[in-house]
């Protein structure tokens, strides 16, 4: 194993032409200089400098590890640089995946603050629905992973080797038509009350909540309607082609024409969170990633 310290010493024997000239070079010893160019021969395996007199000279062996001695420790000293820089957050890259009502309520403002406080760390952005998206961090397709899961729902625990950096509780509303019998309700509305009127479904994750909420109030939901696409659901609900449950978090960024938001008894609410591997939690640029997020759940 050839190592770098014992390369520099090499180069400076070859530039100055003897060990007490190359010690001067290097701040150190005229024995240290020997020690390490016998130990650079164990390691080769054959003499790298002839000793003769005062005057030294290299072997053909020794001027060939010479020539690529340069090349090896620039290489070397590039990476140093690239890593330090990385660690330093002046560099580096995130790739995020996040659900679409996150993308659009969350990631915005967690990348502005990010890219302003270090412009050097690049984030890339991909869309996908837990558990889709948590499959992609633990197969090395994503660094950080924006998720959420329903309290008390099946796969929570398939969340125990991850690092887990809770973000906000999103509760579940209602979306009825501007014109509905209970558009102008002020308080809660029970989710029963719902139970004869077409529905529009979200996606799928969502959907099957839906279903599990609305047969815990003893009905099944007749769904007309299904889409992942939120202002669809919401464009659908205006027009007064059926009623919805929507994430809160998913109408922050879009405006509900022709329809009203109901707060919905029982409350139905669902954790936000980001997720990554313990290992690229220490990772500079992932956890600032994951502070950005959470900075941009407080607001």
Do not use: N
């Not at 633990?138 to 398939?158: I, M, S, W």
């Not at 047969?215 to 027009?239: K, N, S, W």
């Not at 109901?262 to 669902?270: D, I, S, T, W």
């Amino acid at each position: 194993m050839i190592e770098a310290r014992h390369l520099r010493v090499l180069r400076a024997v070859a530039t100055t032409g003897s060990f007490s000239a190359a010690g001067r070079r290097l701040g150190c010893t005229q024995p240290a200089v020997s020690q390490q160019m016998k130990a650079l021969e164990a390691s080769v395996g054959t003499p790298l400098l002839v000793r003769g007199g005062r005057e030294m000279r290299l072997t053909q062996a020794g001027e060939a590890l010479v020539r690529h001695a340069g090349g090896i420790l620039a290489g070397l000293t590039a990476a140093e640089e690239e890593v330090a820089a990385i660690a330093g957050l002046r560099a580096g890259r995130v790739r995020l995946v996040s659900f679409p009502s996150g993308s659009s309520a969350l990631v915005p403002a967690a990348l502005a603050a990010l890219r302003a406080a270090h412009p050097g760390t690049r984030v890339s952005l991909e869309e996908a629905e837990p558990p889709a998206s948590v499959e992609m961090l633990r197969e090395g397709e994503c660094d950080v992973a924006l998720a959420f899961r329903y309290p008390g729902a099946p796969g929570a625990e398939e969340w125990d080797d991850l690092v887990v950096r809770p973000l906000l509780t999103d509760r579940l509303v209602g979306l009825v038509p501007e014109r509905h019998r209970l558009a102008a309700r002020s308080g809660p509305v029970a989710i029963g009350e719902l139970a004869e009127e077409p529905w529009i479904a979200g996606c799928p994750r969502c959907r099957g909540r839906l279903v599990e909420v609305c047969a815990e109030a003893g009905f099944t939901p007749r769904i007309d309607f299904a889409t992942d696409d939120y202002p669809a659901v919401v464009g659908l609900v205006g027009a007064g082609l059926g009623v919805a449950v929507l994430p809160q978090l998913a109408l922050e960024s879009v405006r509900p024409r022709h329809a009203r938001v109901l707060a919905l008894e029982p409350a139905v609410r669902r954790e936000i969170v980001a997720l990554t591997l313990p290992d690229l939690a220490q990772v500079p640029a992932v956890a600032a990633t994951l502070r950005e997020l959470g900075h941009a759940a407080d607001r």
